[in-house]
T-cell receptor, first 113, second 117 residues
């Protein structure tokens, strides 16, 4: 019930292409869905987040699509750049329970020049 | 804004040593801090949650006597790995959030690479 499933495990995209990472959750009580970007040897950095009252949120080249009925959400990186090469984690939490994050397994993105 | 500083970034020590890791929120009051452990190419595993002035809440399977957490102020939490052994070698990451302005996201430190010889 607390799991968040993330796919793919790894992704290789050409520069300028679209990177798409998908996550699915089980607990319908989750009400906050952030995406984090992590570079080697660093902590995760918040990239973008969405709440279930909207179906899409866009910030620059990054877009979250959210499907509440399917309990799925995805990250789209438009015009992917080599500098986007990193590990991406989706997560979910219940704000009313102190924001304890449940993380997906992570996706290692490589953007080739 | 929302900077979390973690120190040290790397520590190498002998088996049996106790190691203290500090996590500081530099520009906000962290009402809640979290400690995670991450193995290579794996996700973050929550170890414990601490609220300022309260005892930490540990996740199932995490030994509270092994991993001592103190959150004595709104800007500092510490994790002490007691009598560390090689199997405790890992990447430890803290995060912090405030609820003073409604629900705010967690902000992460840059982690501490702990290597026990």
């Amino acid at each position: 019930q607390q799991q968040v499933k993330q796919s793919p495990q790894s992704l290789i995209v050409q520069k300028g292409g679209i990177s798409i990472i998908n996550c699915a959750y089980e607990n319908t009580a989750f009400d906050y869905f952030p995406w984090y970007q992590q570079f080697p040897g660093k902590g995760p950095a918040l990239l973008i987040a969405i709440r279930p009252d909207v179906s899409e949120k866009k910030e620059g080249r990054f877009t979250i699509s959210f499907n509440k009925s399917a309990k799925q959400f995805s990250l789209h990186i438009m015009d992917s750049q080599p500098g986007d090469s990193a590990t991406y984690f989706c997560a979910a939490s219940r704000e009313t329970s102190g924001s304890r994050l449940t993380f997906g397994e992570g996706t290692q993105l490589t953007v080739n020049p | 804004g929302a900077v979390v500083s973690q120190h040290p970034s790397r520590v190498i020590c002998k088996s049996g040593t106790s190691v203290k890791i500090e996590c500081r929120s530099l520009d906000f009051q962290a009402t809640t801090m979290f400690w995670y452990r991450q193995f290579p190419k794996q996700s973050l595993m929550l170890m414990a949650t601490s609220n300022e002035g309260s005892k930490a809440t540990y996740e199932q399977g995490v030994e509270k006597d092994k991993f001592l957490i103190n959150h004595a102020s709104l800007t500092l939490s510490t994790l002490t790995v007691t009598s560390a052994h090689p199997e405790d070698s890992s990447f430890y990451i803290c995060s912090a959030r405030t609820t003073n302005r409604g629900n705010q996201p967690q902000h992460f430190g840059d982690g501490t690479r702990l290597s026990i010889l």
